[in-house]
């Protein structure tokens, strides 16, 4: 591979691991949102009890006598007991939403770590092969050098003909 393919091919990591990145913080944001949802339902239905709570209480209930508060009551459990039908519906929706959310959430991690493993071993990949061809370099320079000394050898009378041949083609098969 090129040095230009391999940078176009990290450049496309980062960028795909960038998006993952959002794609998780607005997934995250999602559940977020649906837990929000589940403490305002919960905040308006105790605010709805509430209001029921005083059914037949005060002036008008002491006014109008025990079946006007009995009444008042009747009417106030019938209303309770249809705020927690609305609210156990909505709960449920919130739940349903709430998980689809979550599943989004574990699904963009798990592209996500699989993105940042996929450019960690690029860029491994990457950084090895700069410093195998440095490594062959300096192999390279120093077998020139080393075969060099041996030329230098044998135009001394150090080395024989025959001797300086076996260590050169040596020199060149370890190339």
């Known amino acids: 591979m090129t040095n230009e393919a391999q940078s176009q ?3 496309n990591l980062e960028q795909k691991v960038t998006v993952l990145t959002t794609k998780l913080a607005d997934a995250k944001g999602v559940v977020a949102q649906w837990t929000d949802a589940n403490a305002s339902l919960s905040r308006s239905a105790a605010e709805a009890r509430a209001e029921n709570q005083g059914a037949g209480r ?4 002491g006014f109008l ?3 006007f508060r009995g009444a008042m009551r009747f009417g106030a459990a019938a209303s309770n007991a249809a705020i927690a039908k609305e609210v156990a519906e909505k709960r449920a929706r919130i739940a349903d939403g709430k998980r689809d959310a979550q599943e989004l959430v574990r699904q963009a991690q798990e592209e996500l770590a699989i993105a940042k493993q ?5 860029s491994s990949s990457s950084r090895s092969k ?5 490594a062959a370099g300096k192999v390279a320079n120093q077998s020139l050098d080393l075969l060099q000394k041996l030329k230098q050898a044998r135009d001394a009378g150090l ?3 025959e001797e300086f041949e076996q ?4 020199l060149v098969a370890d190339l």
Request: proline letters at 0%; zero cysteines; glycine letters at 12%.
């Open 118 to 122: 996929d450019l960690k071993a690029a």
């Open 65 to 67: 006598g025990s079946k």
């Open 58 to 61: 005060g002036f008008l209930g």
């Open 159 to 161: 080395l024989t003909e």
């Open 9 to 11: 091919t990290l450049a």
């Open 167 to 170: 260590k050169r083609k040596k």
């Open 130 to 134: 700069a410093q195998t061809k440095v």
